[in-house]
């Protein structure tokens, strides 16, 4: 019989793990990737450095990491069997998390980081992608039930959606309400 090995040293505090990364997404915020410092990461949320480089070995880690978790309002979609409520799902799930307090903070410093470091740019890309998956599967699904054209494209369906919705919410300031979401799933479902 193998004994189980017992883990040394205290448990995981999820007082601490919050901590972080709320400090860490400030400072993301207040300095960009290039000027976050794990040092004032550690100093505001209270812990040793010791404390994050165990949770997040690198600054990308801990980046990633607080913007994972402000992501308010995002979820994976469920699937309804209909391809315009799953868009509609998409939609509003997308259009909740650009509102809200913390991405909305977050998004022109997201923006700005990535622009000087490829290092960020590239974890984002992959970061987007794996949250996109489960949509363009979705996607998948309502095309071979005939809701769209059998040459249709998953990925610029999605795109369709979240630029329009990007567009209105980041760049022109529009109203954004479930009326645009409405016809903005409609017209792309007409083709």
């Known amino acids: 019989m193998?004994?189980?090995?017992?883990?040394a040293g205290r448990p995981r505090s999820a007082e601490a793990d919050d901590a972080i990364l709320d400090a860490a997404l400030d400072q993301f915020c207040d300095f960009g990737y290039d000027g976050l410092s794990v040092e004032r990461v550690a100093a505001s949320a209270g812990v040793a450095k010791t404390t994050i480089y165990r949770r997040y070995p690198t600054k990308l880690d801990l980046?990633?990491?607080a913007l994972e978790r402000a992501?308010?309002?995002?979820?994976?979609p469920g699937g309804s069997g209909s391809l315009r409520e799953d868009l509609l799902d998409m939609a509003r799930s997308y259009l909740a998390m650009l509102q809200s307090p913390?991405?909305?903070r977050a998004l022109p410093m997201l923006l700005a980081s990535k622009a000087r470091s490829d290092e960020l740019a590239s974890a984002h890309a992959e970061f987007v992608r794996a949250r996109r998956a489960p949509g363009y599967?979705?996607?998948?699904?309502g095309i071979a039930r005939g809701e769209l054209a059998d040459d249709a494209d998953?990925?610029?369906?999605?795109?369709?959606?979240?630029?329009?919705?990007?567009?209105?919410?980041?760049?022109?300031?529009?109203?954004?309400?479930?009326?645009?979401?409405?016809?903005?799933?409609?017209r792309i479902l007409a083709g």
């Open 154 to 186: 998953p990925a610029m369906i999605a795109d369709m959606v979240f630029g329009a919705i990007f567009t209105r919410v980041v760049v022109t300031g529009e109203p954004t309400d479930e009326e645009y979401l409405v016809a903005l799933v409609d």
């Open 102 to 104: 913390t991405i909305g």
């Open 63 to 65: 980046v990633m990491a």
């Open 2 to 7: 193998t004994a189980t090995p017992v883990r």
């Open 71 to 76: 992501k308010e309002g995002a979820r994976a």
């Open 137 to 141: 599967e979705l996607i998948r699904q």
